[in-house]
């Protein structure tokens, strides 16, 4: 297992919850975009977020944007998904994604080479 995501729970609306994304001690993470995804029961997979390999690049997708923070921590080899006012619309299982090279997207999930086991999160109303 290349990726190991992590920090998921269960938390009341309006919580916040920090999601983390590990990777194994031969990764080679530095030459790595991560994401991360979510997916909802009887749902499409759906992009939350990604940071570049160079850190100097963030995005998100709708539903993130203004609510959730990404950053990484190369020195950890960890990427963090920092989540605040969260919504019951938010349950999913969250996992963390991998591209070699510098850029990312929330849009293309085949672009990703590694995958994390996903991390429940659940959010209570």
């Known amino acids: 297992v290349q990726l190991q995501a992590s920090g998921g729970g269960l938390v009341q609306t309006g919580g916040s919850l920090r999601l983390s994304c590990a990777a194994a001690s031969g990764f080679r993470f530095d030459e790595y975009a991560i994401a991360w995804f979510r997916q909802a029961p009887g749902k499409e997979r759906e992009g939350v977020s990604c940071v570049s390999r160079s850190d100097d690049s963030t995005y998100y997708g709708d539903s993130a944007r203004g609510r959730f923070d990404i950053s990484r921590d190369n020195a950890k080899k960890t990427v963090y998904l920092q989540m605040n006012s969260l919504k019951p619309e938010d349950t999913a299982v969250y996992y963390c994604?991998?591209?070699?090279?510098?850029?990312?997207?929330?849009?293309?999930?085949?672009?990703?080479?590694?995958w994390g086991q996903g991390t429940q999160v659940t959010v209570s109303s």
């Open positions: 994604a991998a591209v070699p090279g510098e850029g990312c997207s929330v849009v293309s999930s085949s672009i990703y080479r590694y």
